[in-house]
């Protein structure tokens, strides 16, 4: 059995194994198919400081080996959070994080700050890449001017782990790595969903709701590796690896890419206990390669 | 209720129909306890078109053979997969999701209880006739099709209450469609269950509404996870959008949105 443990920040996980915010709801919903304290966090629904209805029905369109989503943040407040979700999930034993966004900086600040007084939320992951709303989201990930701003500012009232989770639709991923990091962000997620679109031809109409939408599942590894790769290269905090991954195998490529720890998004509606079976295969790996530790694994691909 | 994430092996897979097939399931143990309305997310191997598992509504529980039934309409790739099966083949199912039919608990046994069912939407209401049947009910169906072939399973019908059916092109029952049936002049029954084509049971509740009968439909909204978790089946009601594959797929029209 080798040493699992990773540390994002002061975020200690018992495996790098976790799943993505928007796909695992608050991970209760999972409980039926496996014991989900054994994987080292769950990031749960991105939550905003108000009610979002989030956007009309169609809001999903199958593709080759993944998915379009146009859900829009749909999420009952951060108010409801704290008074209906967090007493039911404060006690599961491994990090639960908040995946906070927002249409203004106030907003983003507003919540990280009611999240910081919970006890039991050791981390939140800073959403400025959501694809599917009109004002924010995506808006302020996709410049590295306002994704500084807006990592600055929540620094400034949130104390614990802050992750940003960082979106792929930019020319350069790693400059906004890089200004999030000097903006105080502890570590950096990737990928957020890749901006797609389906067309139904016999009815001569768009899919979606919004007309575009999210891409995510295996569709979408390779971009997501590369971009994990390059961004490891540039950062000096710890990068959470995720898009496609749907077995041990992804994870380990994402590790030997540089990640420190992955998530598991959209695998998890293919199969609910995908991420207990790929902390079993990565430890499998480590035992196979004779590796102590998996951080003697972290961005140690050979290039040349 | 607990959700099982399970392996099921084909007991028989019957092409009723060159567009249907019914896909019968069994284990070693008992099956679970599951309710009419409810459905499964099926895992389709094989097909590199088909990424997310397949959401294909119960349509009967048969406890002595110990046996799941899935009534599956061929659309695509995948569904064209699932009538591909051969018996001992195994299956993964996510199973019982969603809620159920609401079902009188009366001693009224009296009650006139109508469901109306139309195309792969008759599916859900062969398990909701028979656990009606089971209670001591004496269920009407109304079941509508394009022609006589394509009216599935009647022989199953028959043994939970009385059927009536309409096809579009006159080759049984009354011609036309499940709306113009002339037993819904009656106007007497208590309770009108549905599912089917949006644009039929758009009528069944503009109906229903008309002469103040209580009525649920199950809705068939495009699901990717099928237990709450990626928000994406949502149908907007007046307490605004609920997750159809876990606050429904039955739902009180009450509750819904609908521009009759």
Same mark, same amino acid.
């Given at each position: 059995?080798?040493?699992?443990?990773?540390?994002?920040?002061?975020?200690?996980?018992?495996?790098?194994?976790?799943?993505?915010?928007?796909?695992?709801?608050?991970?209760?919903?999972?409980?039926?198919?496996?014991?989900?304290?054994?994987?080292?966090?769950?990031?749960?629904?991105?939550?905003?400081?108000?009610?979002?209805?989030?956007?009309?029905?169609?809001?999903?369109?199958?593709?080759?080996?993944?998915?379009?989503?146009?859900?829009?943040?749909?999420?009952?407040?951060?108010?409801?959070?704290?008074?209906?979700?967090? =007493?039911?999930?404060?006690?599961?034993?491994?990090?639960?994080?908040?995946?906070?966004?927002?249409?203004?900086?106030?907003?983003?600040?507003?919540?990280?700050?009611?999240?910081?007084?919970?006890?039991?939320?050791?981390?939140?992951?800073?959403?400025?890449?959501?694809?599917?709303?009109?004002?924010?989201?995506?808006?302020?990930?996709?410049?590295?001017?306002?994704?500084?701003?807006?990592?600055?500012?929540?620094?400034?009232?949130?104390?614990?782990?802050?992750?940003?989770?960082?979106?792929?639709?930019?020319?350069?991923?790693?400059?906004?790595?890089?200004?999030?990091?000097?903006?105080?962000?502890?570590?950096?997620?990737? %990928?957020?969903?890749?901006?797609?679109?389906?067309?139904?031809?016999?009815?001569?109409?768009?899919?979606?709701?919004?007309?575009?939408?999210?891409?995510?599942?295996?569709?979408?590894?390779?971009?997501?590796?590369?971009?994990?790769?390059?961004?490891?290269?540039?950062?000096?905090?710890?990068?959470?690896?995720?898009?496609?991954?749907?077995?041990?195998?992804? /994870?380990?490529?994402?590790?030997?890419?540089? /990640?420190? /720890?992955?998530?598991?998004?959209?695998?998890?509606?293919?199969?609910?206990?995908?991420?207990?079976?790929?902390?079993?295969?990565?430890?499998?790996?480590?035992?196979?390669?004779?590796? /102590?530790?998996?951080?003697?694994? %972290?961005?140690?691909?050979?290039?040349? | 209720?607990?959700?099982?994430?399970?392996?099921?092996?084909?007991s028989?897979?019957?092409?009723?129909?060159?567009?249907?097939?019914?896909?019968r399931?069994t284990?070693?143990?008992p099956l679970?306890?599951?309710?009419?309305?409810?459905?499964?997310?099926?895992?389709?191997?094989?097909?590199?078109?088909?990424?997310?598992?397949?959401?294909?509504?119960?349509?009967y529980v048969d406890r002595i053979k110990n046996e799941?039934?899935?009534?599956?309409?061929?659309?695509?790739?995948?569904?064209?997969?699932?009538?591909?099966?051969?018996?001992?083949?195994?299956?993964?199912?996510?199973? =019982?999701?969603?809620?159920?039919?609401?079902?009188?608990?009366?001693?009224?046994?009296?009650?006139?209880?109508?469901?109306?069912?139309?195309?792969?939407?008759?599916?859900?209401?062969?398990?909701?006739?028979s656990?009606?049947?089971?209670?001591?009910?004496?269920?009407?169906?109304?079941?509508?099709?394009?022609?006589?072939?394509?009216?599935?399973?009647?022989?199953?019908?028959?043994?939970?209450?009385?059927?009536?059916?309409?096809?579009?092109?006159?080759?049984?029952?009354?011609?036309?469609?499940?709306?113009?049936?002339?037993?819904?002049?009656?106007?007497?029954?208590?309770?009108?269950?549905?599912?089917? =084509?949006?644009?039929?049971?758009?009528?069944?509740?503009?109906?229903?509404?008309?002469?103040?009968?209580?009525?649920?439909?199950?809705?068939?909204?495009?699901?990717?996870?099928?237990?709450?978790?990626?928000?994406?089946?949502?149908?907007?009601?007046?307490?605004?959008?609920?997750?159809?594959?876990?606050?429904?797929?039955?739902?009180?029209?009450?509750?819904?949105?609908?521009?009759?």
């Amino acid at each position: 059995m080798a040493n699992l443990n990773v540390n994002i920040g002061n975020l200690q996980l018992k495996n790098p194994v976790m799943t993505a915010s928007g796909t695992f709801g608050y991970g209760l919903e999972f409980s039926d198919f496996f014991d989900i304290s054994k994987i080292g966090g769950i990031f749960v629904k991105g939550t905003t400081i108000h009610h979002r209805e989030g956007n009309f029905y169609p809001r999903m369109a199958e593709t080759p080996s993944g998915m379009l989503n146009a859900v829009g943040l749909q999420n009952k407040g951060v108010d409801y959070f704290i008074s209906d979700i967090y =007493p039911q999930i404060k006690d599961i034993d491994t990090n639960m994080i908040v995946n906070v966004s927002g249409s203004t900086i106030e907003d983003y600040i507003a919540c990280a700050e009611k999240v910081n007084d919970l006890p039991q939320i050791p981390a939140i992951e800073l959403n400025i890449s959501c694809p599917n709303v009109k004002k924010g989201g995506m808006a302020f990930g996709t410049n590295c001017q306002s994704a500084a701003e807006v990592v600055a500012a929540v620094r400034k009232v949130y104390h614990k782990t802050l992750i940003v989770k960082l979106s792929p639709n930019v020319t350069d991923i790693t400059e906004i790595a890089r200004s999030v990091e000097s903006a105080g962000a502890d570590a950096v997620s990737l %990928i957020n969903t890749l901006l797609g679109m389906a067309i139904d031809a016999e009815k001569r109409k768009p899919i979606l709701s919004t007309i575009t939408g999210g891409l995510s599942g295996p569709c979408v590894k390779p971009v997501a590796l590369r971009m994990v790769w390059q961004t490891a290269k540039a950062v000096k905090i710890p990068v959470i690896g995720l898009g496609g991954i749907s077995n041990w195998k992804d /994870a380990i490529e994402f590790i030997l890419a540089g /990640a420190t /720890a992955i998530q598991i998004g959209t695998y998890n509606f293919i199969d609910p206990t995908i991420s207990v079976k790929v902390v079993d295969g990565i430890n499998e790996y480590l035992d196979r390669h004779s590796f /102590a530790s998996v951080k003697d694994l %972290i961005g140690v691909l050979e290039c040349n | 209720m607990k959700k099982y994430l399970t392996d099921l092996v084909v007991s028989s897979n019957e092409r009723l129909h060159p567009n249907y097939c019914l896909l019968r399931l069994t284990q070693n143990v008992p099956l679970p306890e599951m309710f009419p309305g409810q459905f499964v997310e099926i895992k389709v191997e094989n097909s590199p078109a088909t990424f997310l598992r397949r959401p294909i509504s119960i349509n009967y529980v048969d406890r002595i053979k110990n046996e799941l039934w899935l009534l599956i309409q061929i659309v695509g790739d995948g569904t064209r997969k699932l009538s591909e099966l051969k018996e001992g083949d195994i299956v993964n199912l996510i199973y =019982p999701l969603g809620n159920s039919f609401s079902i009188f608990d009366s001693q009224d046994k009296d009650k006139k209880l109508l469901l109306i069912g139309g195309g792969v939407g008759t599916a859900p209401m062969l398990f909701l006739g028979s656990k009606l049947k089971t209670l001591g009910y004496s269920p009407i169906f109304l079941l509508g099709a394009r022609t006589s072939s394509d009216l599935l399973q009647l022989e199953m019908f028959l043994q939970f209450g009385t059927v009536y059916t309409t096809t579009e092109d006159g080759s049984q029952g009354e011609k036309g469609y499940v709306t113009n049936h002339s037993i819904l002049k009656k106007r007497d029954f208590d309770m009108i269950y549905t599912c089917g =084509p949006k644009p039929m049971m758009v009528s069944v509740v503009n109906y229903a509404k008309q002469i103040g009968i209580s009525c649920e439909v199950s809705l068939e909204n495009t699901m990717a996870c099928g237990i709450g978790a990626c928000l994406c089946c949502v149908e907007n009601t007046i307490e605004g959008h609920i997750c159809v594959c876990k606050e429904g797929p039955v739902v009180n029209i009450q509750k819904l949105t609908w521009q009759i």
